[in-house]
């Protein structure tokens, strides 16, 4: 007995999702203690304050620097095994160690939103279905007036070993229709375990085409190196055949018995990326993403931490996916944006996923068309390797990118004469357009005729955006909406006119330019709805003709066989930004979006609208192509020692007081400068660039170093001071450890 005791371990350090850098000690009572072994990873409930908190165990000990008395015991112990793995809450905490954020605020971020509320980590059951014998012999015909009823039946008669309802709700099928099915005696049910599969997959249809040399090299290449961490950058131009290479390089893996997590950044994809992989592995796939209900998330997290789920494909917090056989990690579009989290835990997913998959010792690929200069670099230094596929596969040529000089001439809603010819002859060969204008809405300004009133925000500094369809003013910054006038308040005119035009605008004119053909818009607003995007490319895939109009969105990994002209109706959008990286996203968008042309049989062709045809960046882009481009903006931020041959770390605090954030950070330089190393430079506090956004006043302040220990160590000073002063005034500090936005 004695020695059980001796073993025991009395305190438990737990997280807690607050936004303090700290864990809280707690003991743990005997009752607990001898009939349960607690592990970090596992979730209790413990008091705090005045009411009581669930929390992850991040330790377990036989001490406490705290005096005893003053710790109190668990409330319960909430899992027979641990939430989060030995491997992930190792990730935890060296992201926020790394990212300076609050740990236990890391730790709840990985988990899913029902596991943070308390749900059992558990398999539900679900339903399957099954034909009876009258099902399996009834024909589809006689449905043909239910065809909801024969789509359902269809796909059970094709699934001999049941359909779950999993599966039937991916397939889109209407949970109704089983139901009447089940009335007539036509399909029967049985609830199993989640987890207890049969045929949950989709049959494979696809052989797989021959790889081209370059796609060859590169796979072989990440083959060897499989079995050890190791990251390459798959540098490909678009329609390059890149999912190409790791579909290979999957498929051996996934012989082997290992788990992949494939990121995607945007929702959008999924169905897409899902559609290519089910056709070609005869696997569990699961999908993570923000779009799918908490449920859904959660099974398909127990699935990947069940190790049932071969393939994970997910976004930004995919990342986070337990996966105790994880062989592999694939992040597409590397480049993208969205793998950095920009609010709260403002972490980026391609870093931690490298850092992960080095704890793991398993390699990295990341892909993209645009490599993003960080990893640009990282391939130069050779710290990844550089796996470049400079053809087109299959019979797909590079488009050919024309710059149209739009100085003097006159336009027909925003379109030159040249663009507008073009997508006529386009439309008649029975191809497809695509035009891209990266603002979303009808129009970004509402103004008056009589007074010059503009429409604006009433808790940001910027104007609202004009929605005609929703009969909307917003704010595409707070989120604030407001319903559209026709009069002014300020002198009461009705002249209310828009100035500038979104996508909204343009699908309406070329609407009445171009009657006969299907006009398809996709930006945030038409894509709202669950599944909307979905339903959008298929759209897309059905018709031949069609104009395809969208905002960046558009930019990202699609693949539209029939689009074969692209026009980008304002190449001069990113050129005079005030963000260093700017030129770098201008490049990776536009090279991005003319790479949707062309990418099947028919030769593909790009129109850039542009008032500076001469402006080294366009020309640069249009002649040299995106390696050449970004290698000369790579010596530039050299030359001016900006990321990635330095490290940023930005601090950023906001009040609804005009002046507090500003003075809070003038006063931590003033304190904290001199214990600073000589290597660190800081500038600032300085305002950003929309000073106030949702009632908030934004103030920031810049510090970089070509060393990360200095930074580290400055940047620490600055959190420990923040929380400090920050406990008197009501301001609030974020911490943004490599950000991609400055200002
Ligand atoms: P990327 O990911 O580089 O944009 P994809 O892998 O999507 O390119 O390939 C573009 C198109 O070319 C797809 O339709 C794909 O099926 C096809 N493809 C890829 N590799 C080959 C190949 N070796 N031979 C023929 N077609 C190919
Ligand atoms: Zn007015
Ligand atoms: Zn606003």
Same mark, same amino acid.
């Given at each position: 007995?004695?020695?059980?005791?001796?073993?025991?371990?009395?305190?438990?350090?737990?997280?807690?999702?607050?936004?303090?850098?700290?864990?809280?000690d707690?003991?743990?009572?005997?009752?607990?203690?001898?009939?349960?072994?607690?592990k970090?990873g596992?979730?209790?409930k413990?008091?705090?304050?005045?009411?009581?908190?669930?929390?992850?165990?991040?330790?377990?000990?036989?001490?406490?620097?705290?005096?005893?008395?003053?710790?109190?015991?668990?409330?319960?112990?909430?899992?027979?095994s641990?939430?989060?793995?030995?491997?992930?809450?190792?990730?935890?905490?060296?992201?926020?160690?790394?990212?300076?954020?609050?740990?236990?605020?890391?730790?709840?971020?990985?988990?899913?939103?029902?596991?943070?509320?308390?749900?059992?980590?558990?398999?539900?059951?679900?339903?399957?279905?099954?034909?009876?014998?009258?099902?399996?012999?009834?024909?589809?015909?006689?449905?043909?007036?239910?065809?909801?009823?024969?789509?359902?039946?269809?796909?059970?008669?094709?699934?001999?070993?049941?359909?779950?309802?999993?599966?039937?709700?991916?397939?889109?099928?209407?949970?109704?229709?089983?139901?009447?099915?089940?009335?007539?005696?036509?399909?029967?049910?049985?609830?199993?375990?989640?987890?207890?599969?049969?045929?949950?997959?989709?049959h494979?249809?696809?052989?797989?085409?021959?790889l081209?040399?370059?796609?060859?090299?590169?796979?072989?290449?990440?083959?060897?190196?499989?079995h050890?961490?190791?990251?390459?950058?798959?540098?490909?131009?678009?329609?390059?055949?890149?999912?190409?290479?790791?579909?290979?390089?999957?498929?051996?893996?996934?012989?082997?018995?290992?788990?992949?997590?494939?990121?995607?950044?945007?929702?959008?994809?999924?169905?897409?990326?899902?559609?290519?992989?089910?056709?070609?592995?005869?696997t569990?796939?699961?999908?993570?993403?923000?779009?799918?209900?908490?449920?859904?998330?959660?099974?398909?997290?127990?699935?990947?931490?069940?190790?049932?789920?071969?393939?994970?494909?997910?976004?930004?917090?995919?990342?986070?996916?337990?996966?105790?056989?994880?062989?592999?990690?694939?992040?597409?579009?590397?480049?993208?944006?969205?793998?950095?989290?920009?609010?709260?835990?403002r972490?980026?997913?391609?870093?931690l996923?490298?850092?992960?998959?080095?704890?793991?010792?398993?390699?990295?690929?990341?892909?993209?068309?645009?490599?993003?200069?960080?990893?640009?670099?990282?391939?130069?230094?050779?710290?990844?390797?550089?796996?470049?596929?400079?053809?087109?596969?299959?019979?797909?040529?590079?488009?050919?990118?024309?710059?149209?000089?739009?100085?003097? &001439?006159? !336009?027909? *809603?925003?379109?030159? +004469?040249?663009?507008?010819?073009?997508?006529?002859?386009?439309l /008649?060969?029975? $191809? @497809?357009?695509?035009?891209?204008?990266?603002?979303?809405?009808?129009?970004?300004?509402?103004?008056?005729?009589?007074?010059?009133?503009?429409?604006?925000?009433?808790?940001?500094?910027?104007?609202?955006?004009?929605?005609?369809?929703?009969?909307?003013?917003?704010?595409?910054?707070?989120?604030?909406? &407001?319903? !559209?006038? *026709?009069?002014?308040? +300020?002198?009461?005119?009705?002249?209310?006119?828009?100035?500038? /035009?979104?996508? $909204? @605008?343009?699908?309406?004119?070329?609407?009445t330019?171009?009657?006969?053909?299907?006009?398809?818009?996709?930006?945030?607003?038409?894509?709202?709805?669950?599944?909307?995007?979905?339903?959008?490319?298929?759209?897309?895939?059905?018709?031949?003709?069609?104009?395809?109009?969208?905002?960046?969105?558009?930019?990202?990994?699609? *693949?539209?066989?029939?689009?074969?002209?692209?026009?980008?109706?304002?190449a001069?959008?990113?050129?005079?930004?005030?963000d260093?990286?700017?030129?770098?996203?201008?490049?990776?968008?536009?090279?991005?979006?003319?790479?949707?042309?062309?990418?099947?049989?028919?030769?593909?062709?790009?129109?850039?609208?542009?008032?500076?045809?001469?402006?080294?960046?366009?020309?640069?882009?249009?002649?040299?192509?995106?390696?050449?481009?970004?290698?000369?903006?790579?010596?530039?931020?050299?030359?001016?020692?900006?990321?990635?041959?330095?490290?940023?770390?930005?601090?950023?605090?906001?009040?609804?007081?005009?002046?507090e954030?500003?003075?809070?950070?003038?006063?931590?330089?003033?304190?904290?400068?001199?214990?600073?190393?000589?290597?660190?430079?800081?500038?600032?506090?300085?305002?950003?660039?929309?000073?106030?956004?949702?009632?908030?006043?934004?103030?920031?302040?810049?510090?970089?170093?070509?060393?990360?220990?200095?930074?580290?160590?400055?940047?620490?000073?600055?959190?420990?001071?923040?929380?400090?002063?920050?406990?008197?005034?009501?301001?609030?500090?974020?911490?943004?450890?490599?950000?991609?936005?400055?200002?």
């Amino acid at each position: 007995m004695s020695e059980v005791l001796l073993t025991l371990s009395p305190y438990i350090k737990v997280a807690l999702p607050v936004p303090m850098r700290t864990l809280f000690d707690y003991k743990v009572p005997k009752a607990i203690a001898l009939r349960h072994e607690l592990k970090p990873g596992m979730r209790v409930k413990v008091p705090f304050g005045k009411s009581s908190r669930l929390g992850v165990i991040v330790a377990v000990s036989d001490h406490s620097e705290w005096d005893p008395d003053q710790i109190k015991p668990l409330t319960s112990l909430h899992d027979k095994s641990p939430v989060i793995s030995a491997e992930l809450m190792a990730l935890c905490e060296w992201a926020a160690r790394y990212y300076h954020h609050p740990i236990g605020d890391v730790i709840f971020h990985a988990l899913p939103i029902l596991l943070r509320k308390g749900e059992n980590a558990e398999f539900r059951t679900e339903n399957w279905w099954f034909t009876t014998e009258k099902g399996q012999t009834t024909s589809l015909e006689q449905l043909s007036r239910a065809p909801r009823q024969q789509d359902f039946l269809k796909a059970v008669q094709q699934h001999p070993n049941g359909l779950s309802q999993h599966a039937a709700s991916v397939l889109d099928l209407a949970p109704n229709a089983a139901k009447i099915l089940e009335e007539k005696g036509l399909l029967r049910k049985e609830p199993r375990s989640f987890n207890k599969g049969g045929e949950r997959h989709a049959h494979v249809t696809q052989i797989p085409p021959t790889l081209n040399m370059e796609q060859m090299r590169a796979t072989e290449h990440i083959l060897d190196y499989r079995h050890q961490f190791h990251v390459a950058l798959l540098d490909g131009v678009t329609g390059s055949g890149k999912t190409e290479v790791f579909l290979r390089v999957m498929e051996r893996l996934i012989d082997e018995g290992k788990q992949i997590l494939v990121m995607v950044p945007e929702i959008g994809l999924t169905p897409q990326t899902l559609k290519r992989f089910e056709n070609r592995f005869n696997t569990d796939i699961v999908l993570m993403h923000s779009n799918m209900s908490d449920r859904e998330r959660l099974d398909a997290w127990l699935l990947a931490a069940s190790g049932h789920a071969k393939i994970i494909i997910g976004t930004r917090s995919a990342a986070f996916i337990p996966a105790p056989n994880l062989g592999l990690i694939v992040i597409d579009e590397e480049h993208d944006t969205s793998y950095k989290q920009h609010e709260g835990f403002r972490y980026h997913a391609r870093d931690l996923a490298i850092k992960r998959a080095q704890a793991l010792n398993i390699p990295v690929l990341l892909a993209s068309a645009t490599p993003s200069y960080e990893s640009l670099t990282n391939a130069l230094q050779k710290r990844f390797a550089w796996l470049k596929l400079r053809q087109r596969a299959g019979n797909a040529h590079i488009p050919k990118m024309e710059r149209v000089d739009l100085r003097g &001439k006159s !336009l027909v *809603h925003g379109f030159s +004469e040249q663009a507008l010819v073009s997508m006529k002859q386009c439309l /008649e060969r029975k $191809e @497809q357009v695509l035009v891209f204008l990266n603002r979303r809405g009808y129009a970004p300004t509402l103004m008056c005729h009589q007074c010059g009133w503009i429409a604006a925000c009433d808790h940001c500094d910027v104007n609202l955006t004009v929605h005609k369809r929703a009969n909307k003013l917003h704010c595409h910054h707070c989120d604030t909406q &407001k319903a !559209l006038i *026709h009069t002014c308040p +300020e002198c009461q005119s009705e002249e209310l006119f828009t100035v500038g /035009e979104g996508t $909204e @605008q343009i699908e309406t004119q070329l609407s009445t330019l171009f009657k006969e053909v299907p006009i398809l818009r996709i930006d945030r607003d038409s894509t709202q709805r669950k599944s909307a995007m979905a339903k959008l490319t298929q759209k897309i895939h059905e018709h031949d003709q069609a104009i395809l109009i969208g905002t960046q969105m558009l930019a990202k990994g699609h *693949h539209f066989p029939n689009v074969t002209l692209v026009i980008i109706m304002d190449a001069d959008a990113g050129l005079f930004s005030s963000d260093f990286r700017g030129m770098e996203r201008t490049a990776q968008l536009i090279t991005q979006v003319a790479g949707r042309a062309g990418r099947a049989k028919k030769p593909g062709h790009v129109l850039l609208q542009t008032y500076h045809p001469d402006h080294t960046a366009i020309e640069c882009l249009c002649n040299l192509g995106y390696e050449h481009f970004a290698i000369d903006g790579l010596a530039e931020r050299k030359s001016l020692s900006l990321p990635p041959f330095y490290h940023q770390v930005i601090i950023r605090a906001e009040s609804g007081n005009e002046q507090e954030a500003m003075q809070l950070l003038s006063t931590m330089r003033n304190d904290l400068e001199p214990y600073f190393s000589k290597d660190v430079f800081l500038v600032g506090p300085y305002a950003a660039i929309i000073v106030r956004k949702a009632g908030q006043h934004r103030a920031l302040i810049s510090l970089k170093s070509a060393q990360r220990a200095p930074l580290h160590q400055a940047t620490q000073m600055m959190t420990e001071w923040l929380e400090q002063s920050t406990k008197q005034h009501r301001i609030r500090f974020a911490i943004d450890v490599d950000p991609l936005e400055t200002y």
